[in-house]
């Protein structure tokens, strides 16, 4: 730039004479500045640092940026947008059927709720193990940690809808009590979950995990509606325990115990593939 372009810029931007200005530009222009050591910009940080304000949060926003709320709030994007429109759909279905019918005999809502529950959280885990890898990298946390996100997510949304959906019926029918038939579906829906969880990932396949699940539940509410007469082997099949009281306690012990299982095989699989 020579200085007549310096002298036309410097016009522009001061109106003024800028003669004198010129040989300062200039100077400036060949002005070596000195390399600051790192110590030095160490230092200066430290000082500026020092000088600045101390930023008080507030207990909400510390909560908001709980790096375990973050990395759930990051997995949102994740999980397919179907299965919350999915779930959502069919819990009010459940709900609006119980209402509907009326009768202590045949609660849809109980049906229902595990039978979504373990649908979604299966499709958490299939073949496409390069994208959740990809994940991983991107977000710096384990392929365990991200699924245990998702599983929460998906298994948290439809907790809380059959919460609100069995609140309706407790409120609007006398016969019916709200924490027995909290239970009732929270029981099985945690055992199939967790179930159709371990399946998908020890097959690598959803869909497989998916429909055990699906099938297991679907013979016991057929065979357990079938006359009281039926044979030792039907009883057998028809699994009772997944809708007793009392098994209430076993079914969330082996819930947790088959989602810890599932998330070793998940680490095992990605030391394997990381090696």
Request: hydrophobic share 55%; proline share 4%.
């Amino acid at each position: 730039m020579n200085d007549e372009q310096r002298r036309r810029m410097l016009l522009e931007d001061l109106g003024t004479d800028v003669n004198d200005l010129l040989p300062i530009i200039e100077q400036l222009g060949k002005w070596q500045a000195p390399q600051p050591s790192h110590q030095q910009t160490a230092s200066l940080i430290d000082l500026l640092s020092a000088k600045l304000p101390a930023q008080q949060l507030s207990r909400w926003q510390r909560l908001r940026e709980w790096w375990p709320l973050l990395l759930i709030r990051s997995q949102m994007r994740v999980v397919q947008r179907e299965i919350w429109i999915a779930s959502a759909l069919v819990m009010i279905l459940g709900t609006l059927v119980t209402l509907a019918m009326n009768t202590m005999m045949i609660n849809a809502l109980a049906i229902i709720a595990p039978l979504v529950a373990a649908f979604g959280v299966a499709l958490l885990y299939d073949s496409n193990t390069e994208h959740v890898l990809e994940l991983e990298n991107a977000t710096g946390a384990s392929v365990q940690v991200l699924l245990l996100a998702r599983l929460t997510l998906v298994f948290g949304f439809d907790l809380v809808m059959g919460i609100l959906g069995s609140v309706i019926l407790a409120t609007t029918q006398t016969h019916i009590s709200l924490w027995p038939l909290v239970l009732s579906w929270l029981a099985p829906m945690a055992f199939l979950s967790a179930l159709a969880f371990l399946l998908s990932v020890l097959v690598v396949d959803a869909i497989i995990g998916a429909v055990v699940s699906l099938g297991l539940w679907a013979l016991h509410i057929f065979l357990r509606s079938t006359p009281a007469d039926h044979t030792l082997m039907i009883a057998i099949l028809s699994m009772p325990g997944l809708n007793t009281p009392g098994n209430y306690g076993l079914l969330f012990a082996a819930a947790l115990l088959l989602t810890t299982v599932a998330l070793w095989v998940v680490g095992s699989v990605e030391r394997s593939v990381g090696a």
